[in-house]
């Protein structure tokens, strides 16, 4: 169920972002960033630990941190996100 919801965020945020929708103020995406490093990475090593053992949960959550950490940094840097100035509106 948490796995569910939190591929639908990262599904949504993806779409939203992708297909043009106008970047969101710059505390906005502070926080979805906030949420991409840890909501997935957490919830995988909690499954995992918590499904099979402790190694295994230790084991997704690297797996999934990495994947957040590459998605993360492609939002900051390549779409622009860490840039404040931009909020002029």
Known sequence: MFQKIATLKLQLIN?????????PKY???????????TV????????GWYLYDQQTGFDY???VGTFSVIYAAWLMYEKNWR???????
């Open 61 to 63: 959550g690297m797996i």
């Open 15 to 23: 779409f939203l972002i992708l297909y043009g929708v106008k970047k």
């Open 27 to 37: 505390p906005y995406r502070i926080a979805i960033v906030f949420l991409i490093l």
């Open 83 to 89: 840039e404040e100035e931009e909020d002029d509106d």
């Open 40 to 47: 997935p990475t957490i919830g995988a090593t909690q499954l």
